[in-house]
């Protein structure tokens, strides 16, 4: 089967790879960036990616999914696929907080004070956002989280710890979800908050991941002051706002874009340096395996985004996509230390061949925890989709 989008469609990828070769460094420099960590480590990572982001927002790309009214381009979900497919097959530093969850909400949730004060800043890429979200017992039952933000007068008290805040360091405001009712059930007491970073009580300190980066943070509350007027949506209703997502794309392509990318990376390695695995044929049959569970996943993908873009809501389907990603990364890292053997297992030392295989191996392991755990998108996809009972 071939595959093709319609005529506009295909336009605006070509229109997308150009702003990408005009406005990004070479593949070799991004390449290093990526393995640095990105945006979340450091400030000069930091001011790469808004630098880029500004450019988008310039194009009103940034944002390009959101409604026109609230400074977006009102992108059709096939418009949003190719735009994210090539963007992370170019590893293009777009990834946003501030899009991503605290814009939809606010657009949904918001007084329209709130949606002209901070909307704009997220918009124009003039602030950055972290999540607090996860704690040391709320990860993936992220129900149970216990931070408290009790209420005195015009302001919450915040009280308590999260963890694995990804670029709180860096951040300019903090998108909090805290427990409002420690006498109600545990989904009913949630309310969310908005606070800025530089607050006093809070407190940041570095989680150091075992790829040596620091992008990971826990961050501890003391008695921080937020005022109510804050906080985004109904009091204690924050974990159904939380789980009411706008209708953007989400198929899960910037896994595949990035699996195309570095399983045509290391091909070009194994074909540039055989004596590292000439003696293990296995590697070339793994090489051709990757490439073929790229293109099913992209498959996957496409399958979400078609569904949307025909009135539809992807669920299982969605969960199908992002296990299926993630654990492919995990296998893409293995086969690049089988092509690679023993000098694979170098750190931050490039001088053989292009990669830091070593770093790409550890970061993988990232994959099938963040944004949901495999466990739980399997449960998704055996009740919603398959209708197995609950155990």
């Not at 931070?147 to 999260?162: C, L, M, P, W």
């Not at 989904?187 to 620091?214: A, C, E, F, W, Y």
């Not at 995990?330 to 490039?350: K, P």
Request: proline fraction near 4%; include cysteine.
């Amino acid at each position: 089967m071939r595959f093709t989008h319609e005529s506009d469609v295909e336009s605006f990828r070509d229109e997308v790879r150009q702003f990408i070769a005009d406005e990004l460094p070479t593949e070799e420099e991004r390449l290093e960036r990526s393995l640095r960590g990105g945006f979340e480590t450091n400030e000069e990572e930091y001011d790469y990616t808004m630098g880029f982001q500004k450019k988008l927002a310039d194009r009103g790309w940034l944002a390009m999914a959101w409604p026109e009214e609230y400074g977006g381009g009102g992108a059709s979900h096939m418009r949003q696929l190719i735009y994210n497919e090539e963007m992370s097959y170019a590893g293009a530093p777009v990834g946003n907080m501030g899009i991503a969850w605290v814009g939809p909400s606010l657009m949904l949730y918001g007084t329209e004070e709130q949606k002209r004060t901070y909307i704009p800043p997220i918009t124009s890429a003039e602030q950055w956002w972290c999540t607090l979200y996860s704690e040391p017992g709320a990860g993936s039952d992220l129900a149970s989280l216990q931070t408290s933000a009790t209420r005195d007068g015009d302001d919450y008290v915040i009280n308590g710890q999260k963890i694995w805040t990804s670029g709180g360091h860096l951040a300019d405001w903090g998108w909090l979800a805290a427990r409002t009712d420690p006498d109600a059930p545990k989904h009913k007491g949630i309310s969310l908050l908005m606070l800025d970073m530089k607050s006093p009580g809070i407190t940041v300190r570095p989680l150091i991941n075992m790829g040596d980066q620091h992008s990971f943070n826990e961050v501890f509350f003391e008695d921080v002051r937020v005022p109510v007027e804050q906080r985004v949506g109904e009091e204690n209703r924050g974990w159904y706002h939380l789980a009411v997502a706008l209708d953007f794309e989400r198929s899960g392509i910037g896994a595949y874009s990035v699996g195309r990318r570095n399983v045509e990376r290391l091909t070009r390695i194994a074909e540039e340096n055989r004596d590292l695995w000439g003696h293990r044929k296995g590697v070339r049959y793994e090489l051709a395996d990757r490439m073929v569970e790229v293109n099913v996943g992209t498959f996957l993908a496409y399958r979400v985004a078609t569904m949307q873009a025909q009135g539809q809501v992807p669920n299982h389907e969605a969960s199908a996509s992002k296990l299926f990603g993630s654990e492919l990364g995990q296998r893409i890292a293995l086969t690049g230390m089988h092509v690679l053997g023993m000098v694979g297992q170098l750190r931050g030392d490039s001088s053989r061949v292009e990669i830091d295989q070593a770093q790409a191996y550890l970061g993988s392991a990232a994959g099938t925890i963040a944004a949901g755990t495999s466990e739980i998108q399997r449960n998704i996809m055996a009740t919603r989709g398959l209708g197995l009972p609950r155990g």
